[in-house]
């Protein structure tokens, strides 16, 4: 599996959209993008997935590059509740022998403040 | 959404004792489970996967006869960390999955183990 590249940590104010950059320039032409997110002594929480194109669901949005090579996360108007921990994941298209296997990074710390 | 729970949430045992921590879904039945082990300020490490009714596909580097995997039904899988050291204090999580997909892969609340 690809490997990513994020930033250490990331403050946002309460009520802003919080941007959380990836890098994934290695990844092949069926891997999917997978964002995680870890709250304090907690386990991880699926937030989306995508291919290539945009996704967005009640809970975030990812845009992905055309050259798929990056993504960002975008959490629209953060609460103090989004702070956690979050991991950009490169892994195996659904359906594949090796599914569902996700190899975690060191992810970005986002620290939402009032 | 699909619950996994995770029981005990917290143990503390003596070194050289083993200890069994619990996996269980919920709502829906998982023929696949993960096993993780998160050490303070770091991130997760998969430790193994579990399909249900077969032997556990451990991770290189995983002593596979210090952490017994056993996946005995479609809703429970057990992790034994046998003769557990202190230096296997750390917090065990498990994710359950009905379909295999990452995207539809169900995590615990997570097991603290401290080793004395």
């Known amino acids: 599996d690809a490997k990513t590249t994020q930033p250490t940590s990331m403050d946002c104010a309460e009520g802003r959209a919080a941007n959380l950059p990836c890098n994934h320039s290695t990844i092949s032409g069926n891997e999917y993008v997978y964002w995680y997110r870890q709250i304090h002594s907690q386990g991880p929480q699926y937030i989306i997935h995508g291919l290539k194109n945009n996704e967005t669901n009640e809970m975030a949005s990812l845009i992905i590059t055309e050259d798929r090579k990056s993504s960002t996360l975008i959490l629209p108007h953060a609460t103090l509740r989004d702070t956690a921990v979050y991991y950009c994941i490169v892994g195996s298209y659904p359906g594949s022998s090796n599914t569902g296997k996700l190899i975690f990074g060191q992810g970005t710390t986002l620290q939402v403040k009032p | 959404g699909a619950v996994v729970s995770q029981h005990p949430s917290w143990v503390i045992c003596k070194s050289g004792t083993s200890v069994k921590i619990e996996c269980r879904s919920l709502?829906?039945?998982?023929?696949?489970m993960f096993w993780y082990r998160q050490f303070p300020k770091q991130s997760l490490m998969l430790m193994a996967t579990?399909?249900?009714?077969?032997?556990?596909?451990?991770e290189q580097g995983v002593e596979k006869d210090k952490f017994l995997i056993n996946h005995a039904s479609l809703t429970l899988s057990t992790l034994t960390v046998t003769s557990a050291h202190p230096e296997d204090s750390s917090f065990y999580i498990c994710s359950a999955s009905n379909s295999g997909r990452a995207d539809t892969q169900y995590f615990g609340p997570g097991t603290r183990l401290t080793v004395l």
């Open positions: 579990s399909n249900e009714g077969s032997k556990a596909t451990y």
């Open positions: 709502d829906f039945q998982a023929t696949t």
